[in-house]
């Protein structure tokens, strides 16, 4: 929490906010160009594999995300302090974000290898489910005008939802199984060249970045939008 | 304990007692659950080859909806007079009252399930009850997982703006995996599958049913506060 607040008075610096922001753009491209070009063409594949790249990183970042929500509606519920209810409500908003970019690029690679769009395979079908869970919170929040109520209804979905995470899949996966590429088994055989590791990693660090950019600058306007919510309230009384 | 239960007791009593006064609701409820079994004879052309397929999911989707109108009016009926604040001012643990609405959601639903089944058993010509307790054990096992999250979200959604909208759209993702378990269930009693993945779901569906009473009992308390 500490780490938290110090990280966001760091953003108060307008060379720390573009900064960061331009570090992260700098490290997509630097990602895209390795992930299109410098990367080896994978045996039986044509080019669309590629996407695996910006694929498993929005994947894992969706996730980081709704469990930042879970986090953060936790720590809400336990510390009552209303920065937890904002950082679990970032956390569902990157989430979305992420998980939908997940699903797209998913989608089109599914285009080209099964041949249809959407095939109701378990990891697809439990992250498209996670997105309506996730897209619900956003709409209960949105429907309460009560800082107090909102974030305590907020904080209560946000920790059943993400208990249903692994159920969901779980259920999912024994209701209809249709192969799902499994990129990465373990780490110490990863069963692909170095090169594609390293891309995959520079690509991991890349989506990290920028999520955890994203976050923070998400934070400041939230923060910042209470202060002026509250200035508001005493100059009007 | 004992003085939860007591409270509970007496709460559910209440509310029975008032459903009991008006008792129009139960068969509204039950005309829409029957009249979502016929419309599905439409939409799926049903025949003797396919209706052992289909009658389970039929038949929970009916509950599903059927199931959440209640749940929708189950704390509304508290906010008429401000009934309300009375409860939430009442020096009473809020688990009983948790407790209370579960039950008494539940025992609708079960009602529902009674009068419903038989009409879907002459309509569809299938006896879906054949293996009675087996197949009571899954109805039962999934109406106390979706009564506990419904529960928890109705008492969320009552003060909302729209909360005839997101009471369904945020409770149903939630109950994907409930569905799942049971409707499959349902299934493998009605097409004579294996008797031990009928079981593998059974024990699924009390896991479920266990982790997410655990769950909404303990953060209900954080819900009524806000009512």
Sequence with gaps: MKLLEKALKLTDTALVRYGSLGASALLMLVGAYLALVWSPAAAGETAVYR????????????????????????????????????????????????????????????????????????RLTTALILLIIYAGYLMLRSTID???????????????????????????????????????????????????????????????????????????????????????????? | MNEILRTAHALLIKDMKTEFRSREFLGHTFMFALLVIVIFNFAFKINPQNTPELASGILWIAFLFAGTLGLGRSFLIEKENDCIQGLGLSPVDRTAIFIA????????????????????????????????????????????????????????????????????????????PLLIFAASATSILLTGGEPDAYMGRLKLLAAYDVIFFVVSALVFEYIMDEL
């Design chain 2, 101 to 176: 609405k579960f039950l008494g959601n539940l025992l609708f639903l079960v009602i529902i399930q009674v009068m419903t089944i038989p009409v879907f058993i002459v309509l569809y010509n299938l006896n879906v009850m054949e293996h009675f307790t087996l197949q009571t054990a899954v109805f039962l096992l999934g109406d106390i997982g979706f009564m506990t999250l419904g529960t928890l979200i109705a008492a969320m959604s009552v003060n909302l703006k729209a909360r005839e909208i997101l009471l369904p759209v945020l409770l149903l993702p939630l109950l994907v």
């Design chain 1, 146 to 237: 009560n800082q107090m109520t909102r974030a305590r209804y907020a904080a209560v979905f946000g920790i059943v939802g993400f208990l249903d995470v692994p159920v969901v899949h779980f259920a999912i996966k024994m209701w209809g199984s249709i192969m799902h590429p499994v990129v990465i088994k373990s780490m110490a055989d990863p069963g692909m060249p170095p090169e594609m590791i390293n891309t995959l990693r520079v690509c991991m660090l890349a989506f990290g970045v920028l999520f955890a950019v994203l976050f923070l600058l998400r934070l400041r306007v939230e923060t910042l939008a209470l202060e002026i919510a509250a200035l508001r309230s005493n100059h009007e009384e």
């Design chain 1, 51 to 122: 996407i695996v790249y910006f694929h498993v990183p929005t994947a894992i970042m969706a996730y980081l995300g709704f469990f930042v929500t879970f986090a953060g509606s936790f720590l809400f519920l336990w510390r009552k302090d209303m920065l937890f209810d904002r950082v679990a409500k970032i956390g569902a908003e990157l989430g979305v974000v992420f998980c939908g970019l997940m699903l797209v690029t998913g989608m089109i690679w599914g285009k080209q290898r099964w041949g249809a769009w959407w095939i109701w395979e378990p």
